[in-house]
């Protein structure tokens, strides 16, 4: 019988030690589930692409690493818990193996830290640069997913972790911003989704920054037919950030990647927040509130005046 | 407040349309889903890149036509039926809103037809050509998906529908054959998956064929650790791929992109299969049988003599 083709030895090498319970050894056309008794599925699918959300040289096992926590903070932002996921890979013919051997050790480290695995998918080649697709399954208790829906007059906003470090990132490996202790670089490149939190305790809406925390904040207020203010001087920033020089505040609140959860808390349940904060160590900080009014993100900056940015997020198109 | 970046009016207009119950609009992060009581949840996902698996200048209708019915064509694989899909789509970011209405506008007579809705996805810009990702889920009875494992000594290799005009299709398109009616070329751009049968009652192991007949053969083989034979003569071929002539029957065996199914029949279930293609009528034919000995897939040719090939199917890598 002849050998197998190339595409089954990388399946079967790198591939086949990540599936999991109903992945069928990845030797079959799809995954079986039994979906968990008493939970709904929450399902998301993101995209990344070379040279569009991570750069082509970026190491590929931080590559995989973070198409994965980005689909997993998306869960987190539901609050949600990992189950499983399907990939599809389209890559250029020429990819060495060593690219795909240390993707799958990328994929394999996070699904022991997160505790899903792979159920499935799909390996092409393309004539342009790589391009991978990543749906994530989870389960959350029936009706406990918190919905992006739902902010209103007097709610707070809410945002995990500092904002804006991932956006300079990238600025520092386009060489436009200088980086001494690597900080910036590291969280562009491996996101932290914030999982574990049981969001419905206490925000009555919730979301996570991919696209720039101003852009991000306009989607809730869309939902919610809320506007929002926020005050600069309450976004939490890493040290790295706040090196970087004020210059940079406008990029921070814009540039995207953050994969922090954004919220909408409710005054009577900041004490339950207080409790999930102490309790998980993911650090939740209010950084202003919703207001009546058509929707609208407005911002107070450093020097207490409107800023107005040039565009509000990230757009693809 | 900014007007919404052309990502989000492209989602708005041409997506939403598309969207089911548990898609929220295609307004949140995720999409929410109950799962159906007491049936299994089956999952694929499969990937399509402009150029490699359709043409960049193919009608972007039937490219998104062609990109559901694949993933719907594992679906009937395992004799499940559909429940919806998660899309991502990497586009140039010059794609004219004209493409994304025709290819919204293929998705949503697909819908209709095999019903099933949209749950959700992402849509991104890359430098290369478009690269599309799409993961189905469908249900099944508890039990009741057909593995590609279980083909045995004795059972019969059966196919559904003609073997090889998908291949032959995609000769026309690029000028190395004639197809006066045009049958080759539909079959290529649009694949008839072969849903609605309840496989679990005739059929041990059940694949779809789209590497070519003669290497997914294999795969049904290696699995159930038999070997196939299959006569020449008994693959049914459609009028339009036996009048391109002799010369072109290997690449029909060998082409891909059939999305018909492959069977093993074992022979005290050929009466419950003869029920369901008179029910159906999707046709099936017995093409050869499986045989002891070590895996391996044995072609009678049209003289009687073992053909011998190439390269048994299609590989990206």
């Excluded at 999991?20 to 993101?46: C, E, F, M, N, Q």
């Excluded at 890493?238 to 020089?245: D, I, L, T, V």
């Amino acid at each position: 019988m002849n050998a197998l083709p190339r595409e089954f030895s990388l399946i079967e090498r790198y591939f086949r030690p990540l599936a999991g319970p109903g992945a069928l050894a990845l030797t079959d056309d799809v995954a079986l589930l039994r979906p968990p008794p008493g939970l709904d599925l929450v399902l998301s699918a993101d995209a990344m692409v070379g040279g569009v959300h991570v750069l082509l040289d970026d190491p590929p096992d931080l590559v995989a690493r973070k198409l994965l926590r980005v689909n997993l903070s998306d869960l987190a932002a539901k609050g949600a818990a990992p189950l499983g996921y399907l990939l599809t890979i389209a890559a250029p013919a020429a990819t060495p193996d060593a690219w795909f051997a240390s993707f799958a050790a990328g994929l394999a480290e996070d699904q022991h830290l997160f505790g899903l695995s792979l159920l499935g998918g799909d390996m092409t080649s393309t004539s342009g640069p790589f391009s991978l697709s990543l749906t994530i399954l989870g389960t959350v208790p029936p009706g406990q997913a918190v919905l992006r829906k739902g902010a209103a007059d007097g709610h707070g906003v809410f945002v995990s972790g500092t904002i804006g470090d991932a956006a300079l990132g990238l600025d520092v490996l386009q060489g436009r911003l200088a980086d001494p202790d690597g900080h910036l670089v590291r969280r562009y490149r491996l996101p932290t989704p914030r999982l574990g939190l049981k969001l419905a305790d206490f925000a009555a809406a919730a979301m996570d920054i991919s696209d720039g925390l101003v852009q991000d904040l306009g989607h809730l207020c869309r939902l919610g037919g809320v506007a929002a203010e926020i005050d600069t001087a309450l976004v939490p920033r890493s040290e790295a950030a706040c090196a970087a020089g004020p210059q940079w505040l406008s990029r921070c609140l814009t540039g995207g990647d953050d994969y922090e959860l954004l919220l909408a808390v409710p005054p009577a349940a900041e004490d339950r927040l207080a409790a999930a904060v102490a309790r998980s160590g993911i650090p939740l900080s209010r950084i202003g509130r919703f207001v009546p009014g058509p929707p609208a993100v407005r911002v107070r900056g450093p020097d207490g005046q409107p800023m107005h940015f040039a565009r509000p997020g990230w757009s693809h198109f």
